[in-house]
C-alpha cells in the first residue's frame, strides 16, 4: 500500500523513462492491433460504429498520438487524474479491517484531491443505416464480425441481452456452434459479446470461415440465428443452460482471491456497487423467456456495422515467392 500511494504522487516523468515507456506502448500496440489480424478488425469495428462516442478511439491509442506524446503531456494528465479522490481501493484476504483503515490513513491520508474535469462525454447518436467495411489481411480464410448497437451494463435489457448471446454462441451446445460448425461446416469459430461498459456499446458477433467458405454465407447464417430468437421464444432448456453457464463463470471469477478483488473492483467503478456482481446474479435468474425475444426485437435491428476479413491476395503471393 505504501509503495501504491508513492506511484501515486511520486511517479517519475522524465525524457528517458517517459520514452521508454512509449516504445513499450507501441510495441503492445503492434503486437495487439497492428500485427494481429482479429485486434486490428475489432478496433476497426469499434471506430466504425460509434462516430461520435469516445469509444470510437481504442483505450491504447492510434500510433501517431503514442509516438508523439510528451513528458508535459503525461505529466498534465497524471497530477489531474491521479489522486485518491479518483481512485478505488480494495482489499482482499485475510486482514483485519481496523488495521487496512489505518494502513490507508497513514499511506493516502496526506495527498491532496484533485479538481477532476467535468466530463464531456457526447452521447453517440442512432444508427440509421449499415455501415459495412472490408479489410485485407494476411488470413488463410475469411472472417466476418458484426456488431449491434446494445445497451450499458446498468440498463435493463444488458441481462438479457447476455443470456441471448450465452444461448447463441455459448458453447458446443450453443445454437450458432451447433448450426455453422458442427452441421453446416463453415465456420470453424463462432462467438459472441455484449460490451460491459458504462455507456450502452455494442452486441459483437464474430465468425471464422472454413477454407471455401466466405463472409456472405456466414453472414446469411447469423441472420437466420438473428431471425429466429426475434420470432420465437428460446426454449426453456436452454435459458435453465445459460443461466447456469453464467452463474457458474460468475462464480469461478470469485475463487481466487485477485478474482475477488477484480470483480469488486470493476462493478464499484462501472456500476458503483461493490456488491453488483451478486445482484447480477439475481437478475439472471429473473429473466425470461420473454424478456429475450423482447430485448434482441428491441437491438437487433437493421442498423448494424459488418468488417469482413478477407486474405491479402498481395501477402499470399509474397509468401508463395519466398517459398520458391
Not at 448450426?179 to 459483437?204: H, N, Y
Request: charged share 35%; glycine share 6%; net charge negative.
Amino acid at each position: 500500500m505504501k509503495l501504491e500511494s508513492e506511484r501515486m504522487s511520486k511517479l517519475v516523468l522524465r525524457d528517458p523513462q517517459v520514452a521508454s515507456e512509449k516504445e513499450v506502448v507501441a510495441n503492445e500496440r503492434r503486437y495487439r492491433v497492428d500485427d494481429d489480424v482479429e485486434g486490428a478488425a475489432n478496433e476497426l469495428l469499434y471506430k466504425t460504429a460509434f462516430t461520435k462516442h469516445p469509444y470510437h478511439w481504442p483505450t491504447i491509442g492510434w500510433m501517431p498520438d503514442i509516438l508523439g506524446f510528451t513528458p508535459a503531456d503525461c505529466e498534465r494528465f497524471y497530477k489531474t487524474y491521479y489522486a485518491p479522490n479518483n481512485a478505488v481501493l480494495v482489499v482482499v484476504g485475510d486482514v483485519r479491517e481496523e488495521t487496512v483503515l489505518r494502513e490507508v490513513r497513514d499511506a493516502y491520508g496526506k495527498l491532496s484531491s484533485s479538481v477532476i474535469p467535468a466530463e464531456d462525454c457526447e452521447p453517440e447518436p442512432p444508427q440509421r443505416e449499415t455501415r459495412e467495411i472490408e479489410m485485407k489481411k494476411p488470413t488463410a480464410t475469411e472472417k466476418l464480425l458484426v456488431a449491434y448497437h446494445g445497451p450499458a451494463l446498468g440498463d435493463a435489457d444488458h441481462a438479457a441481452l447476455t443470456l441471448l448471446s450465452e444461448i447463441m454462441f455459448g458453447g458446443r451446445a450453443s445454437r450458432a456452434h451447433r448450426s455453422m460448425v458442427i452441421e453446416k461446416e463453415m465456420a470453424s469459430e463462432v462467438r459472441g459479446w455484449v460490451s460491459t461498459f458504462r455507456d450502452p456499446g455494442l452486441f459483437e458477433m464474430y465468425a471464422t470461415a472454413r477454407e471455401g467458405h466466405q463472409t456472405r454465407e456466414l453472414l446469411a447464417a447469423l441472420d437466420r440465428e438473428v431471425d429466429r430468437v426475434k420470432r420465437d421464444v428460446v426454449a426453456d432448456d436452454e435459458l435453465v443452460r445459460a443461466k447456469a453457464r453464467l452463474e457458474l463463470g460468475t462464480l469461478q471469477s470469485l475463487e481466487s482471491t485477485s478474482g475477488k478483488a477484480e470483480v469488486i473492483g470493476f462493478y464499484e467503478l462501472i456500476l458503483g456497487d461493490p456488491c453488483g456482481v451478486f445482484r447480477r446474479l439475481d437478475v439472471y435468474r429473473r429473466v425470461t423467456a420473454g424478456d429475450i425475444r423482447k430485448a434482441a426485437r428491441r437491438y437487433l435491428r437493421d442498423a448494424r456495422t459488418i468488417v469482413r476479413v478477407v486474405p491479402d491476395d498481395d501477402d499470399d503471393e509474397e509468401a508463395r515467392e519466398a517459398a520458391q
